[in-house]
């Protein structure tokens, strides 16, 4: 275009388009700017909200800049991209991020004091972007600042939810749900691109016609239609020019349908539809590792999918290359079985709309796809309804049933005469009504399969996949541990210990090679080191006891050791065994004498998470713990020596807070539940020691910092499975403390032992599957292990920083590498820093 134009135009449009400068005084001026113009106060009128609304618009500016330069060389250049589609992005807040990874904390920090603001005021205004449930959607957001700071070009595509995880209160100890319209004030953080607008549709019937070849050609009639409208999210890398994108779609009703409605009189119809069209993007399902198995999320994961192929088919398009090329162009990496439907979508689009033949379409899709899978636990394996698929995609299903002929065929021809391993791999469960597996038609359609951390690799491969394995062989299946990234986790979240590091090992650079920890085991021996390092953790404590203070209010003291399990609520993260635990302390230190009571370790029990709204158990997990803390906190036979807490709401910037101040944590999932965590990684980047089963990523910390720095106890995977045999026919008695505080319970010293009941009966024996009554006398004796490491504040901080120093291998750098270079093949692309807005 530009071309076309005189040279005068040209100049002037190059001179105005500089960047603006990174001073304080420039940036001053934008943020005034911001109050003056688009927010319309008089500028001295202000409170922290409207500060932050301005400085977050002024950050917005600049990230702006970056994300043009960014989009425009990749535009470009054109090199393979990747696509990672996720239904949850769990961003947390982003201005601080932004200005971190960018560089320009200091300069705002400067500019906004001086204009008579504290910024962590102003900071603290930011509501969470809450768009997801727990270590799926977070995991996400680590790879999308990964991928940004080692310059890949990587777009992530999810939905623009209304409604985010619901906010959580404690009312009479229950968990109580409201919504959480993160949207009120509108989000600053995204880029509205209202001209970017894509009918998805659903519904109707299909018509097969044989065409002027003979082949038969299916055209998809469909009942109704909806628009899905982009909303763009910069990612700014960190100390890179490089801005990546998240792009989330927004449904809304498609203008044409409604005018046929309209004109035929059916207002009301109109606005029904309208409506329906509007429910798709309204709320997240706040589900973690449980299908919800409902018609809108279908819906939902249909629309996004759908959204983001035509969007993906249409960048490749212009590039005017041949279909055979889009594998090398475009990688698109599935998390979870979510996004499963694009294998179909895109076989739709290759073979209906493109009139490929089917083999070539499926080679191009099937080198095009890969999938992450996070669970091997039944109840998370999403399955749909044929019947309702049916109804939504009809064409759809017709082709899914042929990816499973096809695929069905191969099998046989390579083990025939099997029928009950055809019935076992097969796609469709043949339930009442049939069911498809949508796990296993990601394995189908996908190059590689991976897993979230060596042992679960392993599991998924002797479990749920074995079939698959001995079909496909060994290399399609392979492990990718999970990682976080340090910038947020570390450098965001815990400032003093940060600013520690540099200045010990000379330089940042650890935060873009968290390898470069491991120069602090050098400073082990150095007891001003030490010292230095444990003041920062005191600080940390402190921080979090005002917090507790304001949501719980408990006062703790920050020289208790302060012990935290914080997730989402689910029997197999065993929230329960720990509060039984908790119980088993109380009544020791109850029973003891005053000179006994003398050398008890002080302890800060902190629990935090959210319960799935149906999930009753869970719900009564929650329960419980608030009913013993009512009655512990209140105890003068206890006092100091044990608190506990339940913190409401926990999400990402609350987890900012506790993540850093922890002493223990506690990971302690039944051995094979837990795919792999990521919570434990975080706690152990921030010098915080923890307690675990041989279970996820806990095993390859372990391997990391040493057994001497970690607390291990229970079973172990491959036992659990005579475990649990034993107890259903043997009839192991339940374990003898166990025992003892289950009586306290049933005695109703926490509340009315009425209402703990269903909880309780979930561990009578042979039914007490997460191996509660097993593993409890090793979790308790771990548990004093802690207590007596911990008096040993010298040792303890050699081990703190043990832990730290040793965590190089799980940044999400490393993780987004490897899935580069054996996954996806694609290469770093730097930007360069045109001056360009
Ligand atoms: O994914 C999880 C988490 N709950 O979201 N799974 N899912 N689904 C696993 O349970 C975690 O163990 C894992 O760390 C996380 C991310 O892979």
Wanted: proline letters at 4%; charged letters at 25%; a neutral charge.
């Amino acid at each position: 275009e530009k071309a076309k134009w005189p040279k005068e135009t040209v100049e002037l449009w190059e001179r105005l388009s500089k960047k603006e400068a990174n001073d304080v005084e420039t940036v001053q001026k934008s943020i005034v700017h911001h109050v003056t113009t688009t927010l319309a106060r008089a500028a001295y009128n202000m409170d922290n909200f409207s500060a932050y609304q301005a400085v977050a618009l002024s950050t917005r500016d600049r990230l702006i800049s970056r994300w043009n330069e960014t989009q425009g060389q990749l535009s470009k250049a054109d090199p393979k991209r990747v696509y990672y589609l996720s239904l949850e992005f769990l961003l947390g807040r982003s201005m601080d991020n932004a200005l971190l990874n960018m560089g320009l904390k200091g300069t705002y920090g400067k500019g906004v004091e001086q204009l008579g603001f504290n910024m962590e005021d102003v900071i603290e205004s930011e509501v969470d972007a809450a768009l997801g449930n727990g270590g799926l959607g977070r995991l996400a957001a680590c790879y999308m600042d990964s991928l940004a700071t080692l310059d890949y070009p990587a777009w992530g595509y999810g939905l623009r939810y209304n409604y985010g995880i619901f906010q959580q209160r404690i009312v009479d100890g229950y968990q109580t749900e409201y919504p959480d319209y993160w949207l009120n004030f509108d989000n600053p953080w995204e880029l509205p691109r209202l001209d970017i607008s894509i009918q998805i549709s659903f519904g109707g019937h299909v018509q097969s016609i044989q065409d002027e070849y003979g082949v038969t050609r299916h055209n998809w009639i469909p009942a109704q239609s909806v628009q899905a409208i982009a909303y763009d999210v910069p990612i700014p890398g960190y100390d890179t020019e490089n801005c990546n994108n998240i792009r989330l779609w927004r449904s809304k009703p498609t203008k044409t349908f409604d005018l046929t409605s309209f004109n035929e009189g059916n207002y009301e119809k109109s606005v029904e539809d309208a409506t329906n069209a509007e429910k798709i993007t309204s709320v997240l399902y706040p589900n973690d590792n449980t299908m919800a198995g409902k018609e809108l999320r279908l819906k939902q994961q249909y629309f996004w999918t759908a959204a983001s192929l035509h969007d993906i088919v249409r960048r490749f398009k212009k590039s005017r290359r041949e279909w055979s090329d889009f594998p090398d162009q475009v990688a698109i990496q599935l998390n979870d079985t979510h996004p499963t439907l694009a294998i179909v979508e895109l076989q739709r689009l290759l073979v209906d709309e493109e009139m490929l033949s089917w083999d070539d379409a499926w080679e191009i899709v099937t080198k095009t796809f890969a999938f992450t899978n996070h669970t091997v636990l039944p109840e998370a394996m999403e399955k749909w309804s044929v019947p309702m698929f049916e109804y939504l995609l009809p064409r759809h299903l017709q082709i899914i049933f042929d990816i499973n002929l096809f695929f069905l065929q191969k099998v046989e021809k390579k083990f025939p005469n099997d029928r009950g391993l055809l019935n076992r791999m097969s796609i469709i469960e043949e339930a009442q009504p049939q069911q498809i597996r949508m796990a296993h038609l990601a394995v189908v359609g996908s190059h590689k399969v991976n897993g979230v951390a060596a042992l679960h690799s392993n599991l998924i491969k002797t479990t749920i996949f074995k079939d698959f394995v001995d079909y496909y062989g060994e290399d399609k299946f392979v492990n990718k541990t999970n990682g976080i990234t340090p910038r947020r986790w570390l450098h965001q979240a815990n400032p003093k210990l940060s600013k520690l590091i540099s200045d010990t090992l000379g330089s940042d650079k650890w935060l873009k090679d968290l390898s470069l920890l491991k120069k602090l085991t050098t400073k082990i021996d150095n007891a001003e080191f030490r010292k230095s390092w444990m003041a920062i953790k005191r600080h940390n404590k402190v921080r979090l006891a005002e917090l507790i203070k304001i949501r719980c209010n408990v006062e703790v003291s920050p020289d208790a050791l302060f012990d935290v399990q914080v997730k989402r609520i689910h029997e197999y993260k065993r929230q329960f065994m720990n509060i039984l635990a908790v119980i088993h302390r109380y009544r020791t230190i109850k029973s003891m004498t005053a000179s006994q009571k003398a050398s008890v370790q002080p302890r800060v029990v902190i629990f935090g998470g959210k319960a799935a709204p149906g999930y009753y158990i869970a719900k009564l997990v929650i329960k419980l713990i608030n009913s013993v803390a009512a009655v512990v906190n209140q105890d003068p036979a206890v006092g100091d020596l044990l608190k506990v807490v339940f913190i409401p709401d926990y999400n990402v910037s609350v987890a900012e807070v506790i993540v850093p101040a922890s002493d223990i944590s506690q990971h302690i999932s039944t051995a094979g539940t837990e795919a792999s965590g990521t919570s434990n990684m975080k706690f152990v980047l921030n010098g915080g020691l923890i307690i675990g089963t041989m279970d996820g990523a806990n095993i390859e910390i372990l391997e990391e910092i040493g057994e001497e720095n970690i607390f291990i106890f229970g079973c172990l995977a491959h036992e659990v499975e005579d475990l649990r045999h034993a107890q259903r026919y043997r009839g192991v008695p339940m374990d003898p403390a166990l025992q003892g505080v289950i009586s306290a319970i049933e005695k109703g010293v926490f509340e009315d032992p009425k209402i703990f009941q269903p909880l309780i009966s979930t561990l009578t024996v042979g039914k007490d599957f997460y191996l509660i009554s097993a593993d409890f006398a090793s979790y308790i004796a771990a548990n004093q292990a802690v207590d007596t490491a911990y008096k040993n504040q010298e040792e303890w901080s050699k081990k703190s920083i043990r832990c730290t120093a040793n965590m190089g291998k799980f940044s999400s750098d490393r993780s987004v590498k490897e899935y580069a270079d054996d996954i996806w093949g694609i290469k770093s692309y730097p930007i360069v820093d045109e001056g360009h807005m």
